[in-house]
């Protein structure tokens, strides 16, 4: 009998269920384990930065690898008596004065309260070979990884604010404009003041050496600007929508 099947058959009402086990999931978990609520973690194993190496700016476990870092947590958590399940939650609806949460694989479970913590998901630049790299040498957060790219040969795809970004970590940095919009006077000034290269034009791959670490963008015109990290500005979509009408 599966973990599931048990908490189903003692129709079991938790105090509270933790849609999402990530940090910001597993720490509530803690929290109210803590305070002697009973806990379920129902997490679908696929957090955000699980492709990077290292989670930093992180006090006290600064560089851990992200997946060890939940780990160590999901151990905390369990600690304290809360329960960490592997499954996806497709459904929460009310259910007299809780809810009712309702798993993929058809499992439910009674809860008094729910804690959504499931995270978001990036919607990278479709850019082909550039969604393979992403976390290792495609990255888009200064303070996750600028330390860790300072001084070397950075692209910036279309983004300004980025490009002002990353130009504290590197002299050598290029703007790719690729598909943004027109740059003003003023930011043109800015960049020149601080040396960051501008290249016009679509990027329509990257280029990877033959260790597999990025050696370039290609353009449309089909030349190709040698960069050893790219940073983009992912957009980003909510983790779908489950929540039924609360009303
Ligand atoms: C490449 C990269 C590197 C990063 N590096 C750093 C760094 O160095 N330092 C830093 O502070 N921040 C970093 N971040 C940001 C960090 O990843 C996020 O701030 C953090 O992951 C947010 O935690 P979270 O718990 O909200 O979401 P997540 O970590 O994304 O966790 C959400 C969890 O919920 C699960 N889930 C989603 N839907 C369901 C469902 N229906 N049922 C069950 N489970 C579900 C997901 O699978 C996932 O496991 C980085 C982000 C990226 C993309």
Same mark, same amino acid.
């Given at each position: ?7 189903? $058959?003692?129709?079991?009402?938790? /105090? ?8 910001? &999931?597993? %720490? ?21 930065? =699980?492709?990077? #190496? ?5 006090? &006290?476990?600064? &560089? ?24 996806? *939650?497709? !459904?929460?609806? !009310? ?23 499931? &995270? ?5 630049? $479709?850019?082909?070979?550039? =969604?393979?790299?992403?976390? !290792? ?34 002299? $050598? *940095? ?5 598909? =943004?919009?027109?740059?003003? /006077? ?5 960049? #020149? ?6 290249? $016009? ?7 990877? /050496?033959?260790?597999?670490?990025? =050696? ?19 957009? %980003? ?9 609360? #009303?």
């Amino acid at each position: 009998m599966s973990e599931f099947e048990l908490i189903r $058959d003692g129709e079991q009402a938790w /105090d509270v269920v933790v849609v999402g086990g990530g940090t910001a &999931g597993l %720490s509530g978990a803690l929290t109210l384990a803590r305070v002697r609520r009973s806990v379920l973690v129902i997490d679908k194993g696929e957090p955000r930065n =699980a492709p990077a #190496a290292g989670a930093h700016g992180v006090l &006290g476990r600064e &560089g851990i690898s992200p997946l060890e870092l939940l780990r160590l947590g999901r151990e905390e958590v369990a600690s304290y008596g809360g329960r960490v399940v592997s499954g996806q *939650v497709a !459904r929460i609806s !009310r259910d007299g004065a809780g809810f009712r949460v309702v798993t993929e694989d058809g499992q439910h479970l009674r809860t008094r309260r729910v804690l959504v913590t499931t &995270g978001l998901v990036d919607v990278l630049p $479709d850019v082909p070979g550039l =969604a393979e790299r992403w976390g !290792r040498d495609v990255l888009h957060c200064v303070y996750c990884h600028g330390w860790e790219v300072r001084d070397k040969v950075i692209g910036v795809l279309g983004n300004f604010h980025q490009a002002l970004l990353f130009r504290q970590m590197s002299k $050598d *940095v290029t703007l790719f404009l690729h598909t =943004a919009t027109e740059l003003t /006077d003023e930011q043109w000034e800015q960049l #020149a003041a601080l040396g960051v290269a501008v290249v $016009d034009g679509e990027a329509t791959g990257l280029e990877a /050496d033959s260790q597999d670490q990025l =050696a370039g963008v290609r353009l449309a015109s089909g030349k190709v600007v040698p960069v050893q990290q790219l940073v983009v500005a992912p957009g %980003s979509s909510r983790a779908r929508v489950f929540c039924a009408s609360w #009303a």
